[in-house]
């Protein structure tokens, strides 16, 4: 092996033990390194699942395999590839990869499988940033709109108004350069409007984001109330396990205490909070304080009366400022709630299968995204750059601003928008997409 | 056998050939100059019109650099018109009408002061080489002349073949013949030869044509001289027409598309897209109703009419019924049937940015040669390449022009890095800063480097120096400050604009709903001290400066844009390296061997290489850099 390009290997599946376990080799070696595991005089056809027995160096057999090979620039990476799935023994595919390794193959970085294939041009920045968020998703709805984004349905919505752009830019451009031919190729009024609609798309595009960033990270929500409350008994009936403490004893709770469960097709962070009230102990006071921040950083807010004491204007009061709240009566075994409140008895499950209807259809009018959304900072930031370019450049055509000039914002524009799939790039995003995958993607 | 020896060899004398032979010899070279024909020096082939949008600013760089074809201009200029003239100097073009004989002769009388320039007549049959380098010519009657350079520049006509419907003729241009081996030597060097079209339109009778029946186009009532040494244009200026091709002529010309070469297959080769033929015109555009033609005059005595637009190879009978069928043109004779021409051309992706081949020393080429159209292109190109021959024999540095420092380097940076499969063209929006590279800054971006070199003529030097000098104090006119007394703001208010907070010249004229010339306007009685930073500024210089105040803010963005992109131009690619760097696919690695990129700006321009394969290869290259740093501190 002698090729400076060189030829990575890793698992691709987790460590442990399983039915199968796959093995992915990628760069100019990677058939040789197969021939001369396998011990074969040729290549497996292409793309053909063929049946391999892997020798080591010694000739002792290491495992049978189905050998697959991926020719270049046909692979995932745009190189010459080659899967193995062994048995799935984590101790086979350890040696597997020593004998690889002495053989001259590097075991590849994290990320570095994908990495290849967004400098070979197979993958955008979008859709690498997706393979990484569809391997990582909990739920359902996570994983749907990780798949939509890798499809591309993100990339082509971006694309779209590129061209868009580029439309107005290339007549504006050929009425700067041909001005003297005779011809008209675009109006004013018409570039101004064909961009008023790239910045309609735009919008939308951004209003993705909010939607996006909650579903792919998931929610934090915040169990909010006063002492007694039943906070912590609603906790554990959520969670469906005895995770809080619950006593009799008002002040139970003081530090918060997280459980994550699925509403809505988010995985939705619960904290039960200490109660709030004046008047305790140190420990406590401390408590009460954590329960407001992470009230005040939450998403999402459950707010728990007590239905025998009513809604006073201390709760009143502390609901003021929060973000998104959901008032729940407790105790509507004891006392009723008022008509059209949220009602539920946590001790003896009356009124829950209303209470996760309410949660769940509030998540999802409110936070889920299942296609085509912005997930991340740098896609944010992107959209938001292409958008005040654009406004500035529809601001220059109202303004009577000379086509030069304009045409500097547009390119901005567009320039932006290339950073969000990656047609512009730069050495730094690319380090940070590619540093949080793991090893064998 | 004689027995000729000189330091540079210019193959033609047109407009490419014209400025590297004045350049060397400037620079102290011995230059012979070989042409078929000493009479057709400097002669234009085509249009008789020297510049126009993005054109206008390759004369204007060439002027400022030292070369001619801006003098040649302002003495044969019979009509003077700067397109583009209500946008800002960024993308205005300055353009002249030119009188074809006076041109030529001009060109000729420029060259004759040369003291280091020897003029041939004779036709050059081969190039001579030992090893790697060129060592001179061979002409056809067995002549040797031997030098340490070569620029070609032979324009369309290496191996010509001009079409004229069936009709084939050997020639690069009427009446005069081809170069038939010249393209064997640059082959037999290793370079690969291609074929290109352009094309020629009819000329016709002055005296046949009904002006009653045309629209008139006249020139600028002031005409603006291309080059900083004429203080007043002296020819008499004249007016061009317009007339417009209608329905019927369209009609002939799609029944007859099959005589015409470039549709009957007869030519192979691919023909400009920017300067089409009347039949690609019709073809292509077939939903416009009309097609525009500019009637040009020859020349004031010349007896010819220059048909601009309708360029074509069609046969003579469909020329006559379609310049017939125009209005005024009922009785027109044709005097020259318009005709296409097809050529060798030297992809110039086998050029280095010095317009050297690569790996041949000694051999440059420039202009058509190079697959490039227009007069304007092949003498900045004609320029380039004499200064860079100049400078490899006397050892001195190549000159490189930045893509954010002129037009020129724009295009050589296109040729050598994007090659070309159609004649190319330039276009201010080949330009990514182009707000940098207006007619108006011309003089400080370019003429500093001549004269470093040593080709900037003392008068040229010294009227730069004042203009620079002028225009830079008008430029303090920006940070005069307007408070909002009683006095200012009425006489602001006079002017239409509304004065509340103090502000300075600079920040009012970055207002847009401000009118300029309202402003300065009114500023003449009420604040001299503006009208003082502005006195004795030409129209243009006056018209530079103030743009330059009101959009510094878009001038800003670029420079620091190009800064930025300067960083890569900068990182330079060592000659020997691999690209075979782990992470990049073979097609990548094979791209980037086969370009070989001087700097990692170059392999980012090569088609097909990703962003992200440019991050790896910078990544590469700074760890290099450091490695090599570190080592430096090792050791020391």
Redesign the interface.
């Known amino acids: 092996v002698t090729?400076?390009?060189?030829t990575i290997a890793a698992p691709a599946t987790p460590a442990g033990r399983s039915a199968l376990a796959i093995v992915r080799i990628d760069g100019?070696a990677s058939a040789a390194l197969l021939r001369a595991i396998s011990r074969a005089e040729v290549d497996p056809e292409v793309r053909k699942a063929t049946f391999a027995r892997l020798w080591d160096p010694k000739g002792e057999l290491l495992d049978e395999c189905i050998a697959i090979r991926y020719e270049?620039?046909h692979s995932f990476?745009?190189?010459d590839l080659v899967e193995l799935t062994l048995h799935g023994n984590p101790l086979l595919v350890e040696r597997v990869l020593d004998v690889l390794v002495r053989q001259g193959a590097r075991l590849a970085e994290p990320g570095?499988f994908s990495?290849?294939a967004?400098?070979?041009?197979k993958l955008d920045l979008v859709q690498a940033e997706s393979i990484a968020e569809l391997i990582n998703a909990r739920t359902a709805l996570q994983a749907k709109l990780s798949l939509s984004n890798l499809e591309g349905t993100l990339s082509r919505s971006a694309e779209a108004v590129r061209s868009t752009l580029l439309d107005v830019i290339s007549r504006l451009?050929a009425a700067?350069?041909?001005?003297?031919?005779?011809?008209e190729f675009i109006k004013r009024d018409e570039a101004g409007a064909l961009l008023r609609d790239a910045m309609f798309r735009l919008g939308e595009m951004a209003a993705t984001y909010e939607r996006g960033r909650a579903t792919s990270r998931g929610l934090e929500a915040v169990i909010l109330g006063r002492p007694n409350a039943g906070k912590s008994t609603l906790l554990n009936r959520l969670v469906g396990t005895d995770r809080a403490i619950v006593t009799e004893l008002p002040g139970t709770t003081r530090d918060i205490v997280r459980e994550t469960i699925e509403i809505g097709g988010l995985p939705v962070t619960l904290a039960d909070t200490a109660g709030l009230r004046a008047g305790g102990d140190t420990v406590e006071e401390i408590g009460i304080a954590r329960a407001r921040a992470a009230a005040l950083e939450a998403d999402l807010v459950i707010y728990l009366v007590d239905a025998t004491e009513g809604m006073s204007s201390e709760d009143r009061a502390e609901i003021a400022g929060l973000n998104e709240v959901l008032v729940v009566y407790n105790k509507s075994d004891l006392a009723a709630a008022p008509a059209d409140e949220l009602s539920i008895s946590a001790q003896s499950g009356l009124g829950f299968e209303r209470l996760l209807q309410s949660l769940d259809s509030l998540v999802r009018s409110r936070f889920a995204a299942s296609e085509g959304a912005l997930v991340n900072e740098r896609q944010r930031g992107a959209v938001s750059d292409c958008v005040l370019a654009v406004e500035a450049a529809i601001a220059?055509l109202d303004?009577?601003?000379?086509?030069?000039?304009v045409l500097?914002d547009l390119?901005a524009a567009s320039t932006a928008l290339g950073r969000l799939t990656?047609?512009?790039?730069?050495?730094e995003v690319?380090g940070q997409i590619f540093g949080s995958f793991c090893i064998g993607k | 056998m004689s027995a000729l020896g000189f330091d540079i060899i210019v193959i033609g004398g047109g407009h490419a050939g014209a400025e590297a032979a004045r350049v060397a010899a400037r620079g102290g070279a011995r230059v012979a100059m070989i042409t078929m024909l000493r009479d057709a020096i400097g002669r234009m082939s085509c249009n008789p019109a020297i510049g126009?949008?993005?054109k206008g600013n390759l004369v204007k760089e060439i002027d400022a650099l030292g070369g001619l074809m801006g003098e040649a201009t302002d003495r044969a200029g019979i009509q003077f018109k700067v397109?583009?003239r209500s946008?800002?100097p960024?993308?205005q073009g300055p353009r002249a009408q030119c009188d074809r004989d006076l041109y030529a002769a001009a060109v000729q009388s420029i060259l004759a002061t040369e003291p280091n320039l020897t003029i041939l007549e004779g036709s050059v049959a081969s190039l001579t080489f030992q090893g790697d380098s060129i060592t001179g010519v061979v002409l056809a009657d067995r002549t040797s002349i031997s030098a340490r350079a070569v620029v070609v520049t032979t324009g369309t006509f290496l191996r010509a073949l001009m079409h004229s419907g069936e009709a084939k003729t050997p020639g690069g241009r009427f009446g005069e013949p081809s170069a038939e081996t010249i393209s064997d030597s640059l082959r037999a060097a290793g370079l690969e030869l291609g074929r290109l079209k352009t094309g020629t339109p009819p000329r016709v009778e002055k005296d046949s044509v009904d002006y009653a029946l045309l629209e008139e186009a006249p020139g600028d009532e002031r005409p603006r001289p291309f080059s900083i040494l004429t203080d007043s244009i002296d020819q008499l200026q004249v007016l061009c027409w317009l007339t417009?091709t209608a329905e019927p002529a369209h009609e002939l010309i799609r029944a007859n598309l099959h005589r015409a070469p470039m549709y009957s297959g007869q030519i192979a080769a691919t023909g400009p897209r920017y300067c089409p033929s009347i039949e690609d015109k019709v073809v292509r555009?077939a939903e416009?109703p009309r097609?525009?033609i500019f009637v040009e005059p020859e020349g004031l005595r010349h007896p010819w009419l220059y048909m601009n637009g309708i360029s074509t190879s069609l046969p003579a009978d469909i020329q006559d019924a379609v310049v017939r069928s125009l209005p005024g043109f009922s009785q027109a004779k044709i005097a020259r049937y318009g005709y296409a021409v097809e050529y060798d051309f030297v992809n110039p992706r086998q050029l280095e940015p010095t317009l050297q081949a690569r790996g041949i020393e000694g051999l440059y080429l420039a202009g058509q040669i190079n697959g490039t159209s227009g007069y304007e292109e092949a003498a900045a190109q004609g320029f380039l390449a004499g200064i860079n021959a100049l400078q490899s024999i006397r050892g001195g540095e190549p000159v490189i022009l930045r893509r954010d420092q002129a037009y020129a380097g724009v295009m050589v940076d296109d040729l050598v890095t994007q090659g070309t499969v159609e004649p190319y063209r330039m276009?201010?929006?080949r330009a990514?800063h182009?707000?940098l590279l207006g007619c108006d800054s011309v003089y400080e971006r370019l003429s500093p480097i001549a004269e470093r070199i040593g080709v900037l003529d003392e008068p040229r030097r010294r009227r730069v120096e004042q203009r620079i000098s002028r225009m830079n104090l008008a430029l303090t006119a920006g940070s005069i400050p307007l408070r909002p007394d009683q006095e200012t703001v009425a006489w602001l208010r006079e002017a239409g604009i509304e004065l509340t907070s103090q502000t300075t010249v600079g920040r009012l004229l970055q207002r847009?709903?401000i009118t300029v010339a309202r402003l300065t306007e009114a500023a003449a009685d009420a604040l001299p001290q503006l009208a003082e930073r502005f006195a004795g500024l030409s129209e243009e210089e006056t018209e530079g400066v103030l743009s330059r105040l009101r959009?510094s803010g878009?001038i800003e963005?670029?420079l620091r844009e190009a800064e930025r992109l300067r960083d890569d131009e900068e990182l330079l690619i060592p000659a020997g390296i691999?690209f075979?760097?782990?992470?990049?696919?073979?097609?990548?690695?094979e791209k980037l061997s086969a370009h070989r990129p001087h700097s990692l700006g170059h392999a980012a321009r090569i088609p097909g290489i990703?962003?992200?394969?440019v991050?790896?290869v910078?990544?590469h290259l700074r760890r290099g850099v450091r490695k090599s740093l570190s080592g430096t501190e090792q050791a020391s």
């Not at chain 1, 967004?118 to 041009?121: A, E, F, P, R």
């Open positions: 090729s400076r390009v060189d100019p270049a620039p990476t745009g190189n570095e990495e290849r967004v400098l070979n041009g451009e700067l350069d041909f001005s003297e031919e005779g011809y220059g303004s009577g601003l000379d086509e030069e000039l500097v390119y990656g047609a512009i790039t730069n050495d690319l | 126009g949008l993005a397109l583009n946008k800002g960024a993308v417009y555009f416009k097609h525009q276009f201010t929006s990514e182009r707000l847009p709903e959009y878009y963005r670029q691999s075979e760097l782990p992470g990049l696919s073979r097609e990548v690695v990703t962003p992200a394969a991050a790896l910078r990544m």
